[in-house]
């Protein structure tokens, strides 16, 4: 077998694997779903003021959750499972075997892409069908590759982060705490309209405020442009090189004592 | 075409100040069995990490299958099976996926029905890897090392924690495999296993290599034999020259002798010539297990 069928090949067995862990599979699905019910629930009518108009903050929160569906399937999936996979011999195993290291990587990160890609439309369709949200039309183009960088950068970061991960253990706490002040500050689950300036211009920085900016741009019904939000997008593939280079120095195949 | 499976010379490993392994020479042959034989910490993992290509060596040459294992080659890799210590294989798949998912990644892989027939996991095929028990995690471990079809498999201490009978059944397993005409590397802390399993063992201990040899090789290491009687407290004494050589517990005599023949004929003379019973004579020859015991002591005091 060449190296491009064993690494397609890959992605059939980390399906199989992740269907197959129940309660990984259920949160990575359910929290995002719940996220999206109960902030709509609580603000959705509201008047939420946007670029060029004035819409419903269910238009906010829509494309706000599928951010927090990028990162929790790419990051936070991707960093728990190769540190548990590492903890267990796994990756030390595959780097035994002839199968090339990359081929592996590509199989579990496609899985991951293909979650991802389930659980956003999930998210777009329940926004469109419950809470009545205009789907990006001439802003598609832009919104998919914001989502293909988002999700590629996100599972980059996830592997990065496992190098300061010690054990499967601290997994979750590393990973959480990582994570979850970025999601508050980074108009996720609050907007950010009423935040300091320095608050916000500091997010900036950080990979999730421009993935949510770039995201809600290319869901506002009155963009007039084709949406694409170089700047926010730049800031995500700066992200992507440094996770790539920090995994390429740090990334652990062994097991941590 | 290289003559031997695996050729060590002069191989160091030092991690900081620590010296794991201390500059050993090994040479396995082709489709031998061979173990190398310590305690704890005596660096054979480390050693036998070098070789699969998993640690880096300080210094020194190695040779396995004519490749430099440092240079992580795939054609390097179709060619060994690795059975590391700890299992690594995805919870989620069942026993039959495993092994195929495996199999996918060499040139020519054994057939799965024969390597499950081999590994005694063929009831256990549709059962997901989370439900095995510790023993039938190791034979997978071993399915998913032979599966490559290997002219050289790594075995790192396959059955500690085993009971008994699981040990022994594993002990079966592996000897079936020189059948299949493999090289097997094996290390072990344990000297049953090492004789039972190995066509020639190595012991290691403090990251030196400190016999070598058959293991009726490394038995002949001792010299000495060991005579064992009992008297009745009411005989007679022993001649002099003999008490001088003999130790005593209780109503039992042990004598230890380089010349057993000879000592053993003056023992029954005097005991035909003054009438004392001799019971329960034993005639014995050190055990391996004490010959490996007695050398790693030595060569643990002498480091310290």
């Given at each position: 077998?060449?190296t491009?069928?064993?690494?397609?090949?890959?992605?059939?067995?980390?399906?199989?694997?992740?269907?197959?862990?129940?309660?990984?599979?259920?949160?990575?699905?359910?929290?995002?779903?719940?996220?999206?019910?109960?902030?709509?629930?609580?603000?959705?009518?509201?008047?939420?003021e946007?670029?060029?108009?004035?819409?419903?903050?269910?238009?906010?929160?829509?494309?706000?959750?599928?951010?927090?569906?990028?990162?929790?399937?790419?990051?936070?999936?991707?960093?728990?499972?190769?540190?548990?996979?590492?903890?267990?011999?796994?990756?030390?195993?595959?780097?035994?075997?002839p199968?090339?290291?990359?081929?592996?990587?590509?199989?579990?990160i496609?899985?991951m892409?293909?979650?991802?890609i389930?659980?956003?439309?999930?998210?777009?369709?329940?926004?469109?069908?419950?809470?009545?949200?205009?789907?990006?039309?001439?802003?598609?183009?832009?919104?998919?590759?914001?989502?293909?960088?988002?999700?590629?950068?996100?599972?980059?970061?996830?592997?990065?982060?496992?190098?300061?991960?010690?054990?499967?253990?601290?997994?979750?706490?590393?990973?959480?705490?990582?994570?979850?002040?970025?999601?508050?500050?980074?108009?996720?689950?609050?907007?950010?309209?009423?935040?300091?300036?320095?608050?916000?211009?500091?997010?900036?920085?950080?990979?999730?405020?421009?993935?949510?900016?770039?995201?809600?741009?290319?869901?506002?019904?009155?963009?007039?442009?084709?949406?694409f939000?170089?700047?926010?997008?730049?800031?995500?593939?700066?992200?992507?090189?440094?996770?790539?280079?920090?995994?390429?120095?740090?990334?652990?195949?062994?097991?941590r004592? | 075409?290289?003559?031997?499976?695996?050729?060590?010379?002069?191989?160091?490993k030092?991690?900081?100040?620590?010296?794991?392994?201390?500059?050993?020479?090994?040479?396995?042959?082709?489709?031998?069995?061979?173990?190398?034989?310590?305690?704890?910490?005596?660096?054979?993992?480390?050693?036998?990490?070098?070789?699969?290509?998993?640690?880096?060596?300080?210094?020194?040459?190695?040779?396995?299958?004519?490749?430099?294992?440092?240079?992580?080659?795939?054609?390097?890799?179709?060619?060994?099976g690795?059975?590391?210590?700890?299992?690594?294989?995805?919870?989620y798949?069942?026993?039959?996926?495993?092994?195929?998912?495996?199999?996918?990644?060499?040139?020519?892989?054994?057939?799965?029905?024969q390597?499950?027939e081999?590994?005694?996991?063929?009831?256990?095929?549709?059962i997901?890897?989370?439900?095995?028990?510790?023993?039938?995690?190791?034979?997978?471990?071993?399915?998913?090392?032979?599966?490559?079809?290997?002219?050289?498999?790594f075995?790192?201490?396959?059955?500690?924690?085993?009971?008994?009978?699981?040990?022994?059944?594993?002990?079966?397993?592996?000897?079936?495999?020189?059948?299949?005409?493999?090289?097997?590397?094996?290390?072990?802390?344990?000297?049953e296993?090492?004789?039972?399993?190995?066509?020639r063992?190595?012991?290691?201990?403090?990251?030196?290599?400190?016999?070598?040899?058959?293991?009726?090789?490394?038995?002949?290491?001792?010299?000495?034999?060991?005579?064992?009687?009992?008297?009745?407290?009411?005989?007679?004494?022993?001649?002099?020259?003999?008490?001088?050589?003999?130790?005593?517990?209780?109503?039992?005599?042990?004598?230890?002798?380089?010349?057993?023949?000879?000592?053993?004929?003056?023992?029954?003379?005097?005991?035909?010539?003054?009438?004392n019973?001799?019971?329960?004579?034993?005639?014995?020859?050190?055990?391996?297990?004490?010959?490996?015991?007695?050398?790693?002591?030595?060569?643990?005091?002498?480091?310290?």
């Amino acid at each position: 077998m060449n190296t491009l069928s064993l690494a397609i090949r890959q992605i059939k067995y980390e399906n199989l694997a992740f269907w197959r862990n129940p309660v990984s599979a259920f949160f990575t699905f359910i929290f995002p779903l719940m996220f999206l019910a109960i902030f709509n629930l609580l603000f959705g009518n509201r008047e939420f003021e946007v670029p060029g108009g004035v819409t419903h903050t269910s238009t906010f929160y829509v494309p706000s959750i599928i951010a927090l569906s990028v990162t929790s399937a790419c990051y936070t999936n991707v960093a728990m499972s190769m540190t548990f996979s590492r903890d267990q011999g796994l990756l030390k195993r595959i780097r035994g075997s002839p199968l090339p290291v990359w081929a592996f990587l590509f199989g579990r990160i496609t899985t991951m892409l293909m979650v991802t890609i389930l659980l956003v439309t999930i998210v777009a369709t329940a926004g469109v069908v419950f809470y009545g949200v205009d789907l990006p039309g001439k802003t598609f183009p832009a919104f998919a590759f914001t989502l293909l960088i988002g999700s590629a950068t996100f599972c980059i970061l996830g592997i990065a982060i496992t190098s300061v991960i010690p054990n499967a253990q601290a997994a979750p706490a590393v990973v959480n705490a990582s994570i979850l002040p970025l999601l508050f500050v980074s108009d996720v689950f609050i907007p950010m309209n009423d935040a300091p300036s320095w608050l916000i211009s500091f997010t900036q920085i950080f990979p999730v405020k421009p993935f949510t900016s770039a995201l809600h741009t290319a869901f506002n019904p009155f963009e007039t442009g084709l949406g694409f939000e170089f700047t926010d997008i730049g800031v995500l593939v700066l992200w992507a090189v440094i996770g790539t280079l920090i995994a390429i120095r740090f990334f652990s195949w062994e097991p941590r004592q | 075409m290289t003559e031997f499976a695996v050729d060590i010379a002069n191989l160091k490993k030092t991690y900081g100040n620590i010296e794991a392994v201390r500059g050993i020479d090994l040479r396995v042959n082709v489709g031998e069995v061979f173990a190398l034989l310590g305690p704890n910490g005596a660096g054979k993992t480390t050693t036998v990490e070098i070789l699969e290509g998993h640690r880096k060596r300080t210094e020194g040459s190695v040779s396995v299958l004519g490749h430099d294992p440092s240079n992580n080659e795939r054609i390097f890799k179709q060619r060994i099976g690795i059975v590391l210590q700890k299992t690594g294989v995805e919870p989620y798949l069942n026993v039959e996926e495993t092994i195929k998912l495996f199999a996918g990644y060499y040139r020519h892989p054994q057939p799965i029905q024969q390597i499950l027939e081999i590994t005694g996991l063929e009831k256990l095929r549709s059962i997901r890897v989370q439900k095995l028990s510790g023993g039938q995690l190791r034979r997978l471990d071993v399915a998913v090392g032979l599966v490559g079809n290997p002219e050289l498999l790594f075995l790192d201490e396959p059955t500690t924690g085993f009971d008994p009978s699981a040990r022994r059944s594993a002990w079966e397993m592996i000897s079936n495999l020189r059948t299949l005409g493999k090289t097997v590397f094996l290390t072990t802390h344990y000297m049953e296993e090492a004789e039972y399993l190995a066509d020639r063992v190595a012991i290691m201990v403090n990251g030196k290599i400190v016999a070598e040899g058959t293991p009726k090789e490394l038995a002949n290491h001792e010299s000495e034999t060991t005579i064992r009687f009992q008297l009745n407290s009411t005989d007679g004494t022993l001649p002099q020259h003999l008490v001088s050589k003999s130790t005593s517990s209780g109503d039992s005599i042990a004598i230890k002798t380089d010349t057993p023949t000879e000592t053993l004929f003056e023992i029954t003379r005097w005991s035909i010539d003054t009438g004392n019973q001799l019971k329960e004579i034993t005639v014995s020859r050190p055990s391996l297990e004490e010959i490996y015991l007695k050398l790693v002591d030595k060569s643990e005091t002498k480091v310290d």
